[in-house]
């Protein structure tokens, strides 16, 4: 997500002729677009965007279930 803000900011500062990207080529600007596609291809392929999400839930079902707990007066267990 990062190399796609970069990308934009770029691609804005190229268009509207800022500073020193006045003068640079347009395949500079395209490249951090190269590498978003890149990136995301590869997330996706090595399941490595699928394996953030289930932390993600299982962290937040996590506490909920210490929250509920805390609630009813009853200690977590440490492993």
Do not use: C, H, N
Request: positive net charge.
């Amino acid at each position: 997500m990062y190399l796609l803000a970069v990308g934009i900011a770029l691609l804005l500062m190229r268009y509207l002729e800022i500073g020193f990207m006045a003068g640079v080529s347009w395949w500079w600007v395209a490249v951090p677009f190269g590498l978003t596609v890149a990136w995301w291809t590869w997330a996706d392929t090595t399941g490595y965007t699928k394996r953030k999400e289930v932390e993600k839930m299982d962290r937040k079902k996590k506490e909920r279930i210490d929250k509920q707990r805390a609630a009813l007066g009853i200690r977590t267990r440490k492993r």
